[in-house]
C-alpha cells in the first residue's frame, strides 16, 4: 500500500472516530419559556385552531349583515307591421326578513364563534403541554446519554486495564471476558442512549420550529436538565389546587358554547317556517309616451314545505349537545382525578426515593474509584459500582421527570393554576 493511500485511510478513520463527529460548538441555552414561544409563534397546529377562530369570527361579522336590494332594468323592444313599441322598467327589489331571524342567525354565530375561541385556548392548553412534556423527556434522555457515557468510559478503562492485570496473572480469563462483554453491552447502550437524545430533540424541534428549520435545529438541540431534573416542583401545590372548580376548563366552555348555539339555530329554524316578504317598486315608460310607478310585495306560500324536518332536527340538536356538555362535564373531572392521583403519587415516591435511598449518598461511583485506586476494591466491583451508580440515577432521573411531567399534566387538567400555586423553582433550560 503506498503512502498517499495510507494518508486517505487515516484519515477516513479519523474523520469516523465518535469523538470527532461529536466535536462541534457549545450550545447556548434556551429556558421552557422561550420554547413555548417558539411554539406560539411556528406550530401549525396552533396556527390552524386560530385560523378556525378567525373563520368563526368572520361568519359571525356577516350573520349580522342585512339583505342587500337588487336593482333590474328591462327594456322590451315590439314591432309589428312596420310599427315599432317598446317599453322600459326599472325595478327595485328588497327582501325584509321577519320572526327575528336575523336576530337568531346572529346570536347562533355568535356562540358559535364562543366555542372557536374556546376550542383555540383548548388547542392551545394541550399542545402546550406536549411541548412541555417533549421538553422534559429530552431533558432525561441528556441526563441518561451524559450518564451512559460515563459509566461507558469507567468501562473501556477497565477493559484496557483488565487486558494488563491478565497477562500479569492478577485475573482470570473468565474475568477478562466478561469485563470485554460488559463493554461491549455499555457501548451498544450508550449507542442507545445517543439515538433516544436525537429522538427527544427532534420530537421537540418538530413542535418549535418551522418546517423550513426544523432539519437544521434537530442535532443542535441539546437539552441542559440540571434546573430541570434537580428541583421538583412546588410541593404544596395540591394543597392549592381547587378540585371542585371544573369551569376552567376550555373544553367546558366549548360544550356550553355549542348548546347555546344550537338554541340559537333551533330559533332560527322555527322562524324561517314564516316567509320573508320580498317588497318590489319600479318606473315604467313605454314608447308611446305612457309612464308611471309600480308598486308589488312577494309572499312564498308554506304549502308544500313547513320545515317540519328541520325543525325536529334542530331539536335533537339541542339535546345532543346538551348529552355531550354533560359527558364533558365528567371527562373533566374524571381527567381532574386522574392528574390528582398521579401527581401525588409520584410525589411520595419521588420523596422515598430521595430521602431513603439518594438523598444522603455521596456519588457511588466516585467512591468506588477511590477505593479501587486505594486497592479496597478489585475491578470487578468497581464495574458492578457503575452499573449501580447508573442504575440508581436513571431511576431518579425517570421518576424527577414523570413529576415534572405529571405537573405540567395537572396544571392542564385544572385550566391553569392560580398565581399561588406557580412553581418556585427556576425555569427549566435546554442548550440549543
Not at 453491552?185 to 430533540?201: D, K, P
Amino acid at each position: 500500500m503506498n503512502h498517499p493511500t495510507k494518508m486517505l485511510l487515516l484519515a477516513a478513520a479519523l474523520g469516523c472516530w465518535p469523538g470527532a463527529v461529536q466535536a462541534q460548538e457549545p450550545a447556548s441555552h434556551m429556558s421552557l419559556d422561550e420554547a413555548l414561544r417558539l411554539f406560539a409563534q411556528n406550530n401549525p397546529d396552533l396556527r390552524l385552531a386560530h385560523t378556525r377562530e378567525a373563520e368563526a369570527e368572520g361568519v359571525a361579522h356577516q350573520a349580522n349583515a342585512f339583505p342587500n336590494p337588487s336593482v333590474t332594468v328591462t327594456y322590451e323592444p315590439l314591432s309589428q307591421n312596420g310599427q315599432s313599441y317598446s317599453e322600459t322598467y326599472v325595478n327595485l327589489t328588497q327582501r325584509f326578513p321577519l320572526s327575528g331571524k336575523r336576530g337568531a342567525r346572529a346570536d347562533a354565530a355568535g356562540w358559535s364563534l364562543s366555542a372557536a375561541r374556546a376550542q383555540a385556548r383548548a388547542d392551545s392548553a394541550s399542545l402546550s403541554f406536549l411541548v412541555k412534556r417533549a421538553f422534559v423527556e429530552a431533558g432525561l434522555s441528556e441526563v441518561r446519554l451524559a450518564m451512559a457515557e460515563r459509566v461507558t468510559e469507567v468501562f473501556r478503562q477497565g477493559a484496557q486495564n483488565a487486558v494488563i492485570r491478565e497477562a500479569e496473572g492478577d485475573i482470570s480469563l473468565y474475568s477478562l471476558q466478561r469485563i470485554r462483554v460488559e463493554r461491549v453491552r455499555y457501548e451498544n447502550l450508550l449507542a442507545e442512549a445517543g439515538l433516544a437524545a436525537s429522538a427527544a430533540r427532534r420530537d421537540l424541534a418538530r413542535l418549535i420550529f418551522p418546517d423550513g428549520e426544523l432539519f437544521g435545529n434537530v442535532e443542535t438541540i441539546q437539552v441542559a436538565p440540571l434546573e430541570l431534573l434537580d428541583v421538583p416542583p412546588l410541593e404544596s401545590v395540591l394543597d392549592r389546587v381547587q378540585e371542585s372548580r371544573i369551569d376552567r376548563r376550555p373544553e367546558l366552555a366549548v360544550a356550553d358554547a355549542e348548546v347555546e348555539a344550537a338554541k340559537a339555530g333551533s330559533r332560527l329554524t322555527r322562524a324561517e317556517r314564516i316567509p320573508d316578504i320580498t317588497a318590489t317598486g319600479g318606473y315604467k315608460q313605454q314608447s308611446d309616451g305612457f309612464s308611471g310607478a309600480f308598486l308589488g310585495i312577494s309572499v312564498p306560500v308554506p304549502f308544500f314545505d313547513r320545515r317540519d324536518g328541520a325543525v325536529a332536527s334542530s331539536e335533537a340538536l339541542i339535546l345532543a349537545s346538551d348529552e355531550r356538555l354533560e359527558l364533558t362535564r365528567r371527562q373533566v373531572q374524571a381527567d381532574q382525578h386522574k392528574a390528582i392521583e398521579s401527581y401525588r403519587s409520584l410525589q411520595l415516591r419521588s420523596a422515598l426515593l430521595e430521602e431513603d435511598l439518594l438523598g444522603s449518598d455521596p456519588d457511588l461511583l466516585e467512591m468506588a474509584q477511590i477505593a479501587y485506586d486505594a486497592g479496597e476494591m478489585t475491578l470487578l466491583e468497581l464495574l458492578d459500582a457503575a452499573r449501580a451508580l447508573q442504575d440508581a440515577h436513571s431511576a431518579e432521573a425517570k421518576l424527577r421527570s414523570d413529576l415534572w411531567i405529571a405537573y405540567y399534566d395537572l396544571e392542564r387538567a385544572m385550566g391553569g393554576f392560580d398565581a399561588g400555586t406557580e412553581p418556585e423553582t427556576p425555569s427549566p433550560e435546554i442548550g440549543r
